[in-house]
C-alpha cells in the first residue's frame, strides 16, 4: 500500500469551541490525523506537532483520536511558528495540516508559510492522499461539486479538508495512554496582530458620494441597481420554450452538454 | 374665502422617466426626462462620474480568477474596496485570469479598474501566475495587493504572500482605510493589524454599488510566463449530481406545488447533471424529502442556475435562493412574484415542458456520436 518508511509529520492545534469556548479538536485537523495514522502505517514514523501556549488538555483530544504521542514545542501565544515548525518538521516527506485551524488565528496561512520554507510544494485541500512511488497524488475539494487530482514529488506539504477521512472514533482508553511530550520552550517574533471584542458587525466600505440629495433620490427610484424583470416568453409550444431555456443555459455557458 | 391666486396647472405631459419596476417617475422640478413614452427606455442610465482622472503616480493591484470570465459578487466587492481606498493619485490596476477583453466590455470599469489585464487561465498553475505576479510587483510597485478570499483567488494570494515574504491580512471584514484591517478571529474577537502589503478581503467587505466609475483602459491580453510547476495538474471531474449536497450544487432543478410528474423532473435532473431541489409545498406533500427543501427553514443553495418548476416564489422560498446567479422560472401565471426574481421566465405548464425538454435532451444525445459522451 504505501511506501515503507514514509515519514508523516501532522500539525494540530486545539480549536476554540464555538457555543461553549472551551479547547477541543478541529475537524480539519482530525482528518488530517486519521489519514496521517493511515499513511505512515506505524506510529514510530508519525509526527504530531503543536506549537503553541495551550494545556495539555486543551490537546488531549487529539490523544483520544489515535496519536500515541503529541510533540508540543511551546511558545508565546500568537508567536510567529512557521519557522520554528519548519525546523522540527525539516526531514518529514510527507507534511499534513488542517485546511484552517479553529484556534489562533485560523486564516489558513501557517501551511503556505511551511512550504515555503521548506520548499516543498503545497497540495490544497485534499480529500484523499495517496502515495505513488516517489510522489503524492491528492484529490482537491473545490466548490460546486467540483474535484481535481494534483500530484508532486515527495517531500510535500498537504493541507487536509474537513470531509476527507472521518476522525478515529473518540477513545478514552487511547487517551489515557498517549502521552503530550514537551520540548524546551523557544522564543519566537511576536506577530502584529491586536485583539478587540467582537460582538458588533463589521462595517463595509461606502464609497462617499458627492451626489446630492435631489441625484440620489433619483438613483434610488430609477438607477439600475434594483434588478429589472428579466426575459418573459409567452409564445410559442413547449417544444420552443424547451429550446429557449435549453438556448439560455447554453449562451451563458451554465451546462456543458 | 375667494382665491384669487391662479389655479396650479400641473402639464400632463411632464418629463418623466421609467423606473425599474417599469413603472413612469414623474419628479417635481426636475427638467430632464422624457415626454415621449418609446424614447423614455433608459434615460437614467447616464454615464457615472470617473473616480480620478490622474495624472497617477501610485498603483493597487488587484488580483481575481473570472467566474467564466465574468466578474461574481466577491470579485466586484473586492475592486469596489480597492477602488475605494484608492487616492485620487492611486490607479486599480486589476489583472483578470480566465476573461477576454472584448467579452468583458466595460464590466471591470463600472466595478471600478482604471487599468484592465486579462490573462489566459490554464488551470492549476500557481508557479506560472506567481511568476506573473512576481513581475507586476516589480513593474508596477503597487502598494496595495487585493485578492478576493475565496477559492483560488485564496490560493494564490497566500502563495504570493509567502513568496514574496510580504506581511498580509486575511479574511479582512473591514478596512479603515487609511489605518487599519480587521479580521474576525476564531473566538468571536475582532483582530486588528496596520493595512498590510497583500489583502485577501472576505465577502461584504465593501458595498459593491459605487458612484464612479474606472477609467477602464484594457491592455493587449496576455499570456502566462513560463516556468516550472512542481505540481501536476491531472484534471477536475465533477461529482455526480445526485451524489452532492444540495448546497454545494451548482445547477439545481427544483419544483414546487406545480410540478405533478416528479418522474419526468427526476429524469430531467439526472441528464442535465443537476440536483434535486423543492419547494415546501413539495415537501410537505411528501413528493419530496425534507433534505430537499430550499429556502428560509430549508437550505441556502449558491447554484450558478437555479430552475423553478411551478414554484411561486414566496420570500421564505426566494430567501433560500438569493446567491444563485442565473434564475429560469416556468410557471403558469406570468404575474407570480417569481417572476420579478427570474431572469428567463417560461409561461407554460411544468408537465408540458419537463416532457418537451426530456425529449429534446434525448434527441440530441441520440444524435451525437457516442464518443463524446465518454469524458
Ligand atoms: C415560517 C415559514 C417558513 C417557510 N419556509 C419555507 C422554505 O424554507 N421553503 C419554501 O419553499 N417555502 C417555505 N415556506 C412556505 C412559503 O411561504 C410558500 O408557501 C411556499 O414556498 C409555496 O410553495 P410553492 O411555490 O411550491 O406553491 P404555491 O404557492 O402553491 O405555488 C405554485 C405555483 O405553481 C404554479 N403552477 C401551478 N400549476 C402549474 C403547472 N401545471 N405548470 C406551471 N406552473 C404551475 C402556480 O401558478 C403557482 O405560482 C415557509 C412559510 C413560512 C410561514
Ligand atoms: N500552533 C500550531 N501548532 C501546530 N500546528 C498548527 C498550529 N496552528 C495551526 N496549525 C496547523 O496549520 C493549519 C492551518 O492553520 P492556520 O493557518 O492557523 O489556519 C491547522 O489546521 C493546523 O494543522
Redesign the pocket.
Known amino acids: 500500500m504505501s511506501t515503507p518508511m514514509l515519514k508523516v509529520a501532522v500539525l494540530v492545534a486545539p480549536a476554540i469551541h464555538p457555543v461553549s469556548g472551551r479547547p477541543c479538536t478541529h475537524p480539519a485537523d482530525s482528518a488530517a490525523l486519521a489519514l496521517g495514522l493511515k499513511l505512515a502505517g506505524s506510529s514510530e514514523r508519525l509526527t504530531v506537532l503543536y506549537a503553541g501556549a495551550a494545556a495539555d488538555e486543551a490537546l488531549a483530544g487529539y490523544l483520544a483520536q489515535g496519536a500515541s504521542c503529541v510533540t508540543v514545542l511551546p511558545t508565546a501565544e500568537d508567536a510567529d511558528i512557521a519557522p520554528l515548525l519548519a525546523a522540527q518538521i525539516a526531514d518529514a516527506e510527507l507534511v499534513l495540516c488542517g485546511t484552517r485551524a479553529g484556534g489562533g488565528q485560523g486564516s489558513a496561512l501557517l501551511p503556505y508559510q511551511l512550504a515555503e520554507e521548506l520548499e516543498a510544494p503545497l497540495l490544497p485541500d485534499a480529500l484523499s492522499v495517496a502515495i505513488k512511488g516517489g510522489s503524492v497524488e491528492i484529490e482537491q475539494f473545490l466548490p460546486k461539486g467540483q474535484r481535481r487530482s494534483l500530484a508532486a514529488a515527495l517531500p510535500v506539504v498537504v493541507t487536509v479538508h474537513e470531509r476527507a477521512t472521518p476522525a478515529l472514533p473518540y477513545s478514552h482508553a487511547r487517551k489515557e495512554a498517549g502521552k503530550v511530550r514537551r520540548l524546551m520552550p523557544v522564543a519566537a517574533k511576536a506577530a502584529e496582530w491586536r485583539y478587540e471584542p467582537g460582538g458588533r458587525r463589521a462595517r463595509p466600505l461606502v464609497a462617499a458620494s458627492r451626489a446630492s440629495g435631489h441625484e440620489r433620490m433619483l438613483g434610488a427610484i430609477a438607477a439600475d441597481d434594483g434588478k429589472t424583470t428579466g426575459l418573459v416568453v409567452k409564445q410559442g409550444d413547449p417544444v420552443e420554450k424547451a429550446q429557449v431555456l435549453l438556448d439560455y443555459l447554453r449562451d451563458h455557458q451554465l451546462v456543458d452538454f | 374665502m375667494y382665491n384669487d391666486r391662479p389655479i396650479p396647472r400641473i402639464d400632463p405631459r411632464r418629463p418623466y422617466v421609467i423606473g425599474p419596476s417599469g413603472l413612469k417617475r414623474i419628479v417635481l422640478g426636475e427638467s430632464v426626462g422624457s415626454r415621449e413614452p418609446l424614447l423614455a427606455g433608459h434615460a437614467h442610465s447616464q454615464q457615472k462620474p470617473q473616480r480620478s482622472a490622474g495624472p497617477f503616480a501610485k498603483r493597487s493591484l488587484v488580483v481575481i480568477h473570472t467566474d467564466r470570465g465574468a466578474l461574481d459578487e466577491a470579485a466586484r466587492e473586492t475592486l469596489a474596496a480597492a477602488a475605494i481606498m484608492a487616492s485620487a493619485d492611486t490607479e486599480v490596476l486589476v489583472v483578470l485570469f480566465g476573461a477576454q477583453a472584448e467579452a468583458l466590455g466595460d464590466a471591470a470599469a463600472l466595478a471600478g479598474a482604471d487599468r484592465v489585464l486579462c490573462v489566459e487561465d490554464p488551470g492549476y498553475a500557481p508557479e506560472r501566475k506567481l511568476a506573473l505576479l512576481a513581475q507586476l510587483w516589480k513593474q508596477e510597485a503597487p502598494q496595495q495587493v487585493c485578492f478576493p478570499d475565496r477559492g483560488a483567488d485564496a490560493d494564490l494570494g497566500r502563495r504570493f504572500a509567502c513568496r514574496q515574504r510580504l506581511a498580509m491580512a486575511s479574511d479582512v471584514i473591514e478596512v479603515v482605510a487609511g489605518h487599519e484591517v480587521r479580521r474576525l478571529a476564531p473566538g468571536g474577537r475582532f483582530a486588528v493589524r496596520d493595512i498590510p502589503p497583500v489583502l485577501l478581503l472576505a465577502r461584504k467587505v465593501a458595498d459593491a454599488r459605487l458612484p464612479f466609475r474606472g477609467a477602464g483602459v484594457a491592455m493587449p491580453d496576455l499570456k502566462l510566463p513560463v516556468a516550472q510547476e512542481r505540481i501536476r495538474d491531472l484534471g477536475s471531474r465533477s461529482c455526480p449530481a445526485s451524489q452532492l449536497a444540495l448546497e454545494e450544487a451548482d445547477l439545481i432543478v427544483s419544483a ?3 410540478v405533478q410528474d416528479t418522474a419526468g423532473l427526476r429524469q430531467l435532473a439526472e441528464t442535465m447533471g443537476a440536483a434535486v431541489g423543492a ?4 415537501v410537505d406533500d411528501g413528493r419530496f424529502t425534507r433534505d430537499k ?6 437550505k441556502t443553495v449558491q447554484a450558478s442556475a437555479y430552475l423553478a418548476f ?5 420570500v ?2 426566494l430567501q ?1 435562493i438569493k446567491e444563485c446567479r442565473h434564475v429560469i422560472a ?4 406570468a404575474s ?1 412574484p417569481i417572476v420579478k426574481r427570474a431572469d428567463l421566465t417560461l409561461v ?4 408540458a415542458l419537463i416532457a418537451a425538454l426530456n425529449k429534446l435532451l434525448a434527441a440530441e444525445r441520440s444524435a451525437r456520436p457516442v464518443t463524446e459522451n465518454t469524458r
Request: glycine fraction near 24%; include cysteine.
Open positions: 414546487g406545488n406545480g419547494s415546501r409545498v413539495a427543501q430550499v429556502g428560509a427553514t430549508g411551478g414554484i411561486s416564489g414566496a421564505q422560498h433560500g416556468v410557471n403558469l401565471d407570480a407554460e405548464d411544468c408537465q
